[in-house]
């Protein structure tokens, strides 16, 4: 990018793998938290068995309601918990596996973003210092390079320097969001975890930050994880979409493919709730039945039959895998050809001729 | 004709489409510091009886002191130091604690974002729903338990008896707002202040607390303040919306006119920003600089610094040094932008805002 580059980008690839292997493999992870006071055994079935790769420079998202594991996904990916049982590899190498200073190299080249920016600050450091304790712990430059390195990636993320001085109070949510995905970006990663990055941002804040990562991902050539329960973010953001329910993924598609031929019941009603001002009140209602049960006590069989619409007697008691739909699409719904048949509702995909006013008017 | 109100002498609640709720020139600032500007400056704002408006506007414009200046709540260190706040003919910021707490709870009810964090967690749940009609209506003891139960169904909670004898904590996010939703309803408010009610909650749930929260309205005939920075939330539940920037309205009207013909530069950019629409270069409209700027003026349209119809209308010189009024431009419609003209013919050059 620049003449002075203390950072060697490269110093965590492998020259020997193969270039056409997915970067980020992810097989049958599993992450039970034991719970306080009950007899042992007895866990929260936080991811149980989720499966999917990341090609080199994809965005793959990650949606479904709190709780439903993305978070326990991202800790453990990122090392911050250790998993129950799977394997997980990232440019060829066993992320769990990883010891002394391969996991120290490894802690380069995978970066976390959080939900909320002020948690992620110390309030006594200035932003400038904050940004620089990465730089000092992995021993890259003196004390004056790193204050360059800091400065130009403020730049880069479209702070000017009157920000290095700063504390956290003085700025707004948007403007340390900025901050945390500029420090998590000075390490040089390859492959960047973003967990919720604008939940906690209005909406004009909310669309800077997507432009800056979507900017910054072309620019660094990065892979990403986005974490989020926005499915306008994903749409954006997003080549491919990973619907979770209850610790498993219960859909996999192309972004296009996923919006406009949704399978699996639980993704159509969460299509259907995000979509308001295109779909009105009412579409989403009667998608979706009942409350989200406890991950302590997973129901049998199909998880999602206790909201499910379409459940029938088969589906308490099957375990339902991920059967192919299509290229690239597969769902965790035995009757997945067979929803249309039973029921009147239909998917909505955002045609032009449902769409409210609103939504026509402004994307003429 | 609020003069005539308070004298009427029989106490009839407004009818719908009658004035509810009248904020006359509302400005909230903080006393101790004087040097800071206020944080809401001279808001007009009317809700008629049973009529859903919306205020919407970017994180920190003052929507949130807005709502709690109308239940005189400010938290401390501001005050309302100007305007009126004409509730059915009275003013709220002139009233006793007295009065206060009668109305409280009793003809305007609050629903927040947090339903956790406002739910009591050491009183059962039947308790808490049936407090506001115990205090403001007098329902006894008895009335009050199969009244709650009647509530809690109606608000979409499975098995009421059993859940009226549960702790808030015991319950999901959703049910607790349900919950919320109850202790709102309960002693049959006339106006609703709904801040953010559905911002923690996932999206499949919200979706079902919005479409709850719209039957609710629609069947009581309630007036409801809905805050919220979502304008797909506007777009499905509010008859009226007014845009906020920088602690003053910029544009008001009714929700389908304003959503789909908007003319104050922010309220487009606002618009544009929600939708996540990419042009052709993948890049999202977003609208440049941050709020903060509007701190730093002295004079002229808050908007200026990240305005950008000012520059293509020419107009830069008079939106540098007078601030425009919030007039009119057709029969229903407000904007405070020199801009915009009567009748929403503008001054040609708003096409040329960004591709
Ligand atoms: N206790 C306080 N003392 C001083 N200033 C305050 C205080 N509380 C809020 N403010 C300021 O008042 C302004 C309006 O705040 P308000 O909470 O109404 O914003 P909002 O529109 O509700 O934003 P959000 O969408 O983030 O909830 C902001 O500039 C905020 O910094
Ligand atoms: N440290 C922990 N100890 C016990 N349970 C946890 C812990 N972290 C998360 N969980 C549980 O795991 C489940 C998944 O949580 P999380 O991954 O944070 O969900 P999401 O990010 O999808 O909202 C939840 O039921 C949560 O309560
Ligand atoms: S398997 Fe049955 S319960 Fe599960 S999603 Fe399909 S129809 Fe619904
Ligand atoms: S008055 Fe001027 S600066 Fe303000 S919004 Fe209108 S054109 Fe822009
Ligand atoms: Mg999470
Ligand atoms: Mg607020």
């Known amino acids: 990018m620049t003449s ?8 965590s690839r492998d020259k020997g793998t193969d270039p056409t292997a997915p970067f980020v493999v992810v097989n049958d992870l599993v992450k039970h938290y034991p719970v306080p006071g009950f007899p042992r055994g007895r866990s929260v079935k936080s991811v149980d068995g989720v499966s999917f790769v990341i090609k080199e420079g994809e965005v793959l998202g990650l949606v479904g309601e709190s709780g439903c594991g993305k978070s ?36 380069r080249t995978m970066q976390l973003v959080f939900q909320d920016p002020f948690a992620a600050l110390d309030p006594r450091m200035t932003i400038g210092e904050s940004m620089e304790v990465p730089l000092a712990q992995h021993g890259i430059g003196h004390a004056r390079e790193r204050r360059d390195l800091v400065l130009r990636m403020l730049n880069d993320v479209g702070l000017d320097a009157s920000f290095y001085g700063r504390y956290p109070k003085q700025c707004s949510g948007g403007q340390l969001q900025r901050v945390v995905i500029g ?170 001729a449902s769409r409210e006013p609103m939504a026509r008017a402004m994307s003429a | ?48 009886a049973g009529e859903v408006v919306a205020l919407v506007g970017e994180s920190g414009s003052g929507k949130s002191m807005t709502a709690l200046s109308l239940m005189q709540l400010l938290p401390t260190g501001l005050k309302a130091t100007s305007g009126k706040i004409i509730f059915d003919g009275e003013d709220i910021l002139a009233m006793s604690q007295r009065q206060l707490n009668h109305l409280r709870g009793g003809r305007i009810a609050m629903l927040f974002q947090q339903p956790q964090a406002m739910l009591d967690p050491t009183s059962r749940v039947g308790t808490q729903v ?88 629609r069947k009581r005939k309630l007036a409801v303040l809905l805050i919220t920075h979502d304008l797909s939330i506007v777009s499905a539940l509010a008859d009226r919306v007014a845009v906020m920037y920088s602690g003053r309205i910029v544009e008001e009207g009714p929700t389908q006119r304003i959503l789909n013909s908007p003319q104050h530069p922010y309220t487009k950019a606002l618009i544009q920003c929600s939708l996540l629409k ?72 708003h096409e040329a805002r960004r591709p």
């Not at chain 2, 909650?201 to 479409?211: F, M, N, R, S």
Request: with cysteine.
């Open chain 1, 72 to 107: 326990t996904i991202a800790r453990v990916l990122m090392r911050l918990t250790p998993p129950t049982s799977g394997v997980a590899t990232v440019d060829a190498r066993n992320v769990f596996a990883m010891k002394g200073e391969e996991l120290r190299r490894m802690r």
């Open chain 2, 1 to 48: 004709m609020i003069m005539e109100k308070s004298n009427s002498a029989a106490k009839t609640n407004p009818r719908p489409g009658e004035p509810l709720l009248e904020i006359n020139n509302l400005q909230v600032s903080l006393p101790d510091a004087p040097h800071v500007k206020p944080i809401i400056d001279g808001i007009n704002l009317r809700i008629n």
């Open chain 2, 130 to 217: 049936a407090e506001p009609m115990r205090i403001h209506r007098n329902v006894d003891r008895t009335a009050a338990k199969a009244r709650v139960l009647e509530l809690l169904g109606e608000v979409g909670i499975p098995d009421p008896s059993a859940r009226a004898d549960c702790f808030s904590y015991e319950l999901s996010g959703g049910m607790a707002q349900r919950v919320m939703i109850a202790a709102a309803l309960s002693a049959n408010p006339e106006l609703l202040i709904a801040d953010e009610p559905t911002t923690a909650l996932d999206v499949t749930v919200q979706a079902q607390i919005l479409k709850l929260l719209d039957d609710e309205r």
């Open chain 1, 183 to 352: 420090r998590a970006l000075l390490l040089k990663p390859w492959f960047l975890v973003c967990d919720e990055p604008t939940s906690a941002l209005d909406a004009s804040m909310r669309t800077q930050i997507l432009n800056l990562l979507m900017d910054l991902k072309r620019r660094f050539s990065l892979t990403i994880l986005m974490i989020s329960h926005d499915l306008r973010v994903m749409r954006y953001m997003c080549d491919r979409i990973a619907v979770m329910y209850l610790g498993q993924i219960v859909e996999v598609a192309e972004r296009d493919e996923l919006f406009e031929h949704p399978r699996h019941p639980y993704t159509r009603a969460l299509i259907a709730s995000s979509m308001l001002e295109e779909t009105g009140l009412n579409s989403s209602a009667g998608l979706l039945k009942g409350e989200a049960p406890s991950p302590l006590n997973p129901p049998s069989g199909c998880r999602f039959h206790t909201r499910c619409i379409y459940a029938r007697q088969a589906c308490s008691e099957n375990v339902q895998d991920l059967l192919q739909a299509g290229d690239g699409h597969s769902v965790r719904c035995q009757f997945w050809e067979h929803l249309d048949d039973v029921s009147q509702q239909t998917a909505r995909s955002g045609d032009d």
């Open chain 2, 278 to 349: 990419a042009d052709k270069d993948g890049n999202l409209f977003s609208i440049p600089g941050g709020a903060a700027q509007a701190r730093d003026l002295d004079e002229g349209c808050r908007f200026l610094p990240r305005c950008v119809t000012a520059a293509s209308a020419n107009l830069q010189e008079r939106c540098t040094h007078l601030e425009p009024a919030l007039d009119s431009y057709n029969d229903c419609c407000k904007a405070r932008c020199w801009a915009v003209k009567p009748d929403g013919a503008h001054s040609g050059a």
């Open chain 1, 4 to 11: 002075y580059d203390p950072i060697e980008r490269n110093l």
